[in-house]
T-cell receptor
């Protein structure tokens, strides 16, 4: 699986959009971009994933560049409960094989009043 | 409710003892995983299993053992051979090839 690079930490004011970048310059054509977040002392929570097109769900939006070498997770209206470590992961998705998620150290997002 | 359950949430063990961490899922997922997390670090894969009676080593399998006798269960044993067992242990499951669901973790402390 390709390696990702994320900033160590970011701050965001409550109510503003949080934009979390991720570089994955060695991503392969069959690899998806996944985002998880981990609130302190809990298990990681799936947020969103995508291959080429931008994706949106009730939690966030995922913007993937045309060359797929980087992406941005957008939390449109951050709240204090969004304070967490956010992990960007790229991995191949092959039916019938276990999904070996490889986690880096992620970005620690602090949402402030 | 469907989900993945880890127990206990906190576990203390004396140095030199083996200890088994429980992980149960009722999501009918084929694949299950064990990760270890140290303070300020990301998750590292210990073992994973794609189907019953089959499992593979992850990146840091030394000092650990697993079994997969039932689809729903994937217990992890931390043996006395694991030099630094104090950590946060996370279990996950998935339908093969899709995103994973995580349990709430077991925090193991060696005293």
């Amino acid at each position: 699986d390709a390696k990702t690079t994320q900033p160590t930490s970011m701050d965001c004011a409550e109510g503003r959009a949080a934009n979390l970048p991720c570089n994955h310059s060695t991503i392969s054509g069959n690899e998806y971009v996944y985002w998880y977040r981990q609130i302190h002392s809990q298990g990681p929570q799936y947020i969103i994933h995508g291959l080429k097109n931008n994706e949106t769900n009730e939690m966030a939006s995922l913007i993937i560049t045309e060359d797929r070498k980087s992406s941005t997770l957008i939390l449109p209206h951050a709240t204090l409960r969004d304070t967490a470590v956010y992990y960007c992961i790229v991995r191949a998705v092959n039916t019938g094989t276990a999904s070996k998620l490889t986690f880096g150290t992620g970005t620690r997002l602090q949402v402030t009043l | 409710d469907g989900g993945i359950t880890q127990s206990p949430k906190y576990l203390f063990r004396k140095e030199g003892q083996n200890v088994t961490l429980s992980c149960e899922q009722n999501l009918n997922h084929d694949a299950m995983y064990w990760y270890r997390q140290d303070p300020g670090q990301g998750l590292r894969l210990i073992y994973y299993s794609q189907i019953v009676n089959d499992f593979q080593k992850g990146d840091i399998a030394e000092g650990y053992s697993v079994s997969r006798e039932k689809k729903e269960s994937f217990p992890l044993t931390v043996t006395s051979a694991q030099k630094n067992p104090t950590a946060f242990y996370l279990c996950a499951s998935s339908i093969s090839g899709t995103d994973a669901f995580f349990g709430q973790g077991t925090r193991l402390t060696v005293v």
